[in-house]
């Protein structure tokens, strides 16, 4: 006699033997003898690691397949298994990347849909603009802003070429910011600079011709060196496409980030600049549902004028916020 479905439940289950009893998925080992490592350069497949106990071995290592196509960039914490001496001629692999405390984004556009992490667990981004040969380009700074603060980064802004034009008309459009600053000399010594970074991992980022690479070979004595051993897996060969992260000789590491020609902001929303803002993120929640908080004309009901009204945030500040905010509709491309 036929037994009735709906009275079934899991004790009624009959269990194949064989292959039945097999599990569906492979379990993945633990690995929990892996060591914790830094990935400093990727190049054509290959990832050079820092080993964290011993930054000066660097060991060339491969993604392990059970990772897939997990995405591992300059600045990411792995685990390391299998040869792990950093001698030439030897492959480690990659079992584990931990997660990111921030991570720097961008996109080819603001159009388009894929985002590329260029650089993880970076404690600061180092936006370096010249002040002059070139002339500094604020719709460039306010676009590394934005990506800096939806991304969990500190930003600091460093005035490149002091000795050839004052600092100070930039420096008042960023004081409602509150954004920290160095400003630097050709002919100087960037102590200020090398003090902030002390014991931190800083990405550098800045346009061609504002004295990027002039400042990590000040910060880096050694750089050009550093650069020829860890991109290019050994051969020697170094690319502009790829960021490299250097030891700098008082602790820490500047990541060297590729020349950007243009830096788009297609993955982040208004609302992820906002809550940068300990002192505005509160009253954006009183919005509308997809206020744009650039106030009227665009979006009238927009609560941050609120916060002007009632004393808590001065007109500059909210005008520098929206400034922000509306940058991200003005993709430039940088030479």
């Known amino acids: 006699m036929a037994r009735d479905w709906r009275r079934l439940d899991e004790s009624d289950v009959r269990v194949r033997p064989g292959k039945g009893t097999r599990p569906r998925s492979k379990r993945r080992p633990e690995h929990s003898d892996a060591v914790p490592a830094m990935v400093v350069g990727v190049d054509r497949g290959r990832w050079t690691c820092a080993v964290e106990e011993d930054p000066d071995r660097l060991v060339t290592a491969m993604r392990a397949r059970e990772l897939g196509r997990t995405p591992v960039v300059v600045g990411d914490r792995v685990g390391l298994v299998g040869d792990t001496s950093g001698a030439p001629d030897t ?12 991570v720097l984004r961008r996109t080819a556009d ?61 420096l008042a459009a960023y004081e409602e910011l509150n954004v920290p600053v160095v400003v630097t000399r050709s002919d100087v010594d960037p102590a200020d600079l090398r003090e902030r ?57 500047a990541v060297d980030t590729p020349g950007i020609r243009s830096f788009g902001l297609a993955h982040i929303t208004p609302d992820d600049i906002v809550r940068a803002f300990p002192d505005m993120k509160e009253m954006a929640e009183e919005c509308p549902s997809g206020c744009g908080h650039l106030g009227p004309p ?35 491309e940088y030479d």
């Open 298 to 332: 665009e979006d009238p009901d927009c609560m941050l004028d609120e916060l002007v009204t009632t004393g808590e945030a001065s007109p500059g500040r909210l005008a520098s916020l929206r400034r922000l905010l509306e940058s991200r509709g003005k993709l430039e």
């Open 91 to 102: 492959l480690a692999r990659i079992v584990r990347v931990e997660e990111r405390s921030s």
């Open 197 to 253: 970074m002390v014991d931190k991992v800083s990405a550098l980022i800045g346009h061609s011709g504002v004295g990027k690479s002039t400042l990590v070979n000040k910060l880096v004595p050694d750089a050009n060196r550093a650069v020829g051993v860890v991109s290019g897996v050994g051969k020697g060969r170094h690319t502009s496409t790829q960021a490299v992260a250097l030891p700098l000789p008082e602790g820490g590491w």
């Open 110 to 170: 603001d159009t388009d849909p894929f985002e590329r992490v260029v650089v993880a667990n970076a404690a600061q981004l180092v936006i370096v603009s010249a002040l002059a040969a070139p002339e500094p380009r604020r719709g460039f700074i306010d676009r590394c802003l934005v990506a800096a603060y939806a991304g969990g980064l500190e930003p600091l802004l460093c005035l490149t070429k002091s000795d050839l034009a004052s600092p100070d008309e930039l």
